[in-house]
């Protein structure tokens, strides 16, 4: 089989499997962030009791987050020595960065969050809960901007020539903020709180569900279910304002992502179709013509630059990119209106005995993480041909010593060995989901204000 093939989608497993976890931790960070304030404020021990409870999921989440990263990182210098000798100054200062700033303090304070609940006061866990959730988010600052970099570089100069040349920063703060960094981020940590508050909305809809920990999967609800609605609409916010970003810098990408052919004309908005690359059009499809034109120019009538634009070459996977975007967007807009559906249902008060609704909530945590999933492939795939775009190019990355073979074996192994980590995660999972809350006794000792 083809190296390049192997080496891709061995990557791509690893960062799909991975990135289960991170989006789960922040968005349970900010939620603990939110049932530890209240229990400060009120002393509710049903607060205290809700802390306590997604605390353990938080762990478990982390873990396995942690985990899955490592191997990543590895994955740069055994498949990729190319591409990691060419990033290497660049990637170095980022990751070190969220090595000292954001993965020591998140690690620092989590064994105070887990275990310190009868060795601390109040006030020194729930700060040690904002320190760890804190910290997870300013780790996903650092590799959104590692990776943003590769789509939009700044801040650099090429060092050598041929095999030989590589990125060094010129200017630190330019590669923090390269063009799409803080768009990207946006969307990236709001899918991240998403999946938390989704997460939280399934359990909690399942104890009513099966008439168990009523008053507290009723609290958990009023906690998550802003969160889920607040972060839900601003997908479409800073989804739009990436977009915009990707029309300056990306073209090819946004082409590809309404597999707009004419080289340069008015863009039509498809909600659906089959893209036809041979054909250079869409099939079977219903779009609204000059949508794509307002949606970034502000205006039906002004061009947008498509594939035609591009040698066939420098064209993204037309057809994967065209339906994982396209998936992703309906998606979002449907945890848009379940989340807006269950905020009525709140104000009207039919939320909680509502089963169909209830039912609803219970599935729709896998919502978040396939629209995370298709975004980040999305993103990904649309960057191709080049692993750093306009600089340098997916098969001149990868490291010369490997083999097909080698890869292969590899690729079988971890496969194996990541089924057997979900495996084992669900189990987890599912047991402390039916364990449920425990019914803690007022803390005395330790719990002191």
């Avoid at 509710?44 to 809700?50: C, Q």
């Avoid at 478990?60 to 990033?87: C, D, H, K, P």
């Avoid at 960094?181 to 998403?194: E, K, T």
Wanted: hydrophobic letters at 50%; aromatic letters at 14%.
């Amino acid at each position: 089989m083809d190296l390049l093939f192997l080496s891709r989608l061995q990557f791509g497993l690893t960062i799909a499997f991975h990135y289960i976890y991170p989006p789960m931790s922040i968005g349970l960070g900010l939620i603990l962030v939110v049932m530890e304030a209240l229990w400060l404020r009120t002393g509710r021990e049903l607060y205290h009791r809700m802390a306590h409870f997604w605390t353990k999921i938080f762990g478990l989440t982390f873990a396995l987050g942690v985990a899955t990263g490592i191997v990543m990182e590895f994955q740069f210098g055994t498949n990729w020595a190319a591409y990691s000798r060419f990033v290497g100054d660049v990637f170095g200062s980022a990751l070190a960065a969220e090595g000292i700033f954001a993965f020591f303090l998140e690690s620092g304070f989590l064994a105070v969050l887990l275990f310190g609940w009868d060795k601390v006061s109040r006030r020194t866990h729930f700060l040690a809960t904002c320190a760890v959730a804190f910290g997870a988010t300013f780790s996903a600052l650092w590799i959104v901007v590692a990776n943003s970099w590769q789509q939009t570089p700044a801040g650099f100069h090429i060092v050598g020539e041929g095999a030989s040349a590589r990125a060094e920063v010129t200017d630190f703060w330019a590669v923090v903020f390269n063009p799409s960094s803080m768009d990207r981020l946006s969307h990236v940590l709001c899918g991240a709180w998403q999946a938390g508050a989704f997460l939280v909305l399934s359990v909690s809809a399942y104890y009513l569900l099966r008439r168990r920990h009523e008053e507290f999967a009723r609290a958990s609800i009023k906690i998550a279910l802003p969160v889920a609605v607040l972060t839900s609409m601003l997908q479409l916010v800073t989804g739009h304002g990436s977009a915009i970003t990707v029309a300056k810098y990306q073209p090819a990408k946004l082409a590809a992502y309404e597999a707009h052919y004419p080289q340069s004309a008015p863009g039509t908005l498809w909600l659906f179709g089959l893209p036809d690359t041979e054909g250079e059009r869409v099939r079977f499809g219903l779009g609204l013509p000059g949508m794509l034109s307002f949606l970034i120019h502000g205006n039906t009538t002004t061009p947008v630059t498509g594939l035609r634009a591009f040698p066939p070459q420098d064209r993204p996977p037309v057809k994967v990119v065209f339906q994982s975007y396209h998936v992703m967007v309906v998606l979002g807009m449907a945890l848009i209106g379940i989340s807006l559906l269950g905020l009525l249902g709140w104000w009207r008060g039919f939320l909680f005995r509502s089963r169909w609704l209830l039912w609803a909530f219970v599935f729709a945590v896998l919502g978040p993480q396939f629209a995370n999933q298709l975004g980040w492939l999305s993103a990904e795939v649309g960057r191709q041909p080049w692993i750093v775009y306009g600089l340098l190019r997916t098969p001149d990355g990868l490291s010369r010593v490997v083999t097909a073979g080698m890869v292969l074996t590899s690729l079988i192994l971890f496969t194996l060995v990541y089924l057997l980590l979900l495996v084992l995660f669900l189990f987890l999972l599912d047991r402390k989901i039916k364990h449920g809350p425990d019914d803690l006794e007022p803390r005395t000792g330790g719990q002191r204000a």
